[in-house]
């Protein structure tokens, strides 16, 4: 039956699920998003498993004109000093369709709103007031309209506001002590590494990810340091005195401008406490980016509602179980990735480096450790 639903939010959980409602459903819905306009700034890269392009191309991600994407083939391992450790073969999870995909966050974010923009997307809508009348939810925003619905989707970020409408339980996320800077290079200079592949460079409480974000081989490098406190006036600060006091040839590729900011995750996996409020993306849970999932499980999830929705089996505890599962998986992981990465004991780091090195030829490893996550 013709449902009425809102999504609140335009990030990439918000417009994929309307993607998918509006290609393959007769739904009525509309994306309610904060902001004025959709954040399209340039260059800010973003890795996109198998799981996630599977998702996409049901949605004719291969649109795309090529030369904004690329296909690495392997992850490769380096020390600070920029030295290899070993690389993991990421084509091995790839078929003729479905690619371990790289791109700018801004070339998502076009493709994702070309068939919404004009007709499903309204901007500056701020949620005032909730309440539930009769078996639907009204909801009321600031600038006095309104929207009666069936359901409400929450893809409004990791500081999901929605969840203060509908949850008397807190879920707020944490600080993880933590900082990102990013910065776009034009080419990989004068960095031992390859710009056809994705490099991990694992330095002291600090690591560095660089990949190229389309043909012309530009990279996006992001840096993750620990820190006590994010004060983004003092990122060139801390990048000297933790990652430039490893290895001062670095220097190069923090002299373009830098983008940071501070990295939470969400404590816990709390359910729904309204039958017609589901949360997506990171509203549904924050993860660190050290397993480049955020994204993807965003889709995922979005993913997961569509495909109930389509069954007319959109109930809480089943999206719930099924979303939450997916979400152990990955936390597990990319947890315990923020942990290996950033030995500062010498003796840990080379345990890690000779486990690194054995593990990534071990298929049944590689089948444990990722298959689940990538669904192969
Ligand atoms: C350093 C770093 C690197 C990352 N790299 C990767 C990567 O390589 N691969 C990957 O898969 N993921 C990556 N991620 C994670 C990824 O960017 C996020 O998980 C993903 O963007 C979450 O999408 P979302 O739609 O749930 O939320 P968001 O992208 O946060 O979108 C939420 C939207 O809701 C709007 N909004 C907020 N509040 C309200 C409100 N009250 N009312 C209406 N609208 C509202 C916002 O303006 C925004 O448009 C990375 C994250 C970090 C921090």
Not at 64 to 87: A, M, R, S, V, W
Not at 142 to 154: G, I, P, W
Request: aromatic residues 12%; positive net charge.
């Amino acid at each position: 039956m013709k449902k009425k639903l809102a999504i609140i939010g335009a990030g990439i959980a918000g417009l994929t699920l309307a993607n998918f409602l509006k290609k393959f459903t007769d739904h009525e819905f509309m994306i309610y998003e904060r902001e004025e306009s959709l954040s399209l700034e340039e260059g800010y890269g973003i890795q996109l498993a198998t799981n996630s392009i599977k998702i996409l191309n049901e949605i004719d991600f291969k649109k795309i004109n090529n030369e904004k994407l690329f296909n690495p083939k392997t992850l490769d391992f380096y020390n600070i000093q920029n030295e290899k450790i070993c690389d993991l073969d990421l084509s091995k999870f790839n078929n003729e369709e479905t690619k371990y995909t790289t791109l700018q966050r801004s070339t998502l974010i076009e493709f994702l709103k070309e068939d919404i923009y004009t007709q499903h997307l309204r901007f500056g809508k701020k949620i005032k007031e909730v309440s539930e009348l009769k078996d639907k939810i009204l909801i009321k925003f600031d600038d006095n309209t309104n929207d009666l619905v069936d359901f409400v989707f929450a893809a409004d970020g990791i500081f999901s506001n929605t969840r203060s409408f509908f949850e008397k339980k807190k879920n707020e996320p944490i600080f993880k002590k933590a900082i990102a800077a990013r910065v776009i290079l034009k080419s990989k200079s004068e960095l031992n590494i390859s710009d056809e592949n994705i490099s991990l460079m694992l330095g002291s409480k600090s690591h560095l990810v660089l990949y190229p974000i389309n043909k012309k081989k530009e990279l996006n490098l992001v840096c993750i340091m620990r820190c006590k406190k994010f004060d983004p006036d003092n990122t060139k600060q801390l990048i000297t005195n933790l990652v430039l006091k490893q290895n001062p040839k670095l220097k190069i590729i923090f002299d373009n401008e830098i983008k940071s900011w501070p990295l939470y995750f969400t404590p816990k996996i709390l359910p729904s406490s309204n039958k017609k409020v589901f949360y997506i993306g990171d509203a549904f849970n924050g993860f660190l980016p050290t397993l480049a999932q955020g994204a993807g499980q965003s889709i995922e999830s979005a993913y997961e509602i569509f495909n109930l929705l389509k069954e007319n089996k959109l109930v809480s505890d089943t999206y719930f179980e099924l979303r939450s599962k997916r979400a152990k998986i990955v936390r597990k992981r990319s947890n315990f990735n923020f942990f290996a990465f950033h030995f500062s004991n010498s003796l840990m780091q080379k345990i890690r480096n000779f486990f690194l090195k054995f593990l990534t030829r071990r298929k049944s490893f590689i089948k444990a450790y990722l298959n689940p996550v990538y669904k192969n």
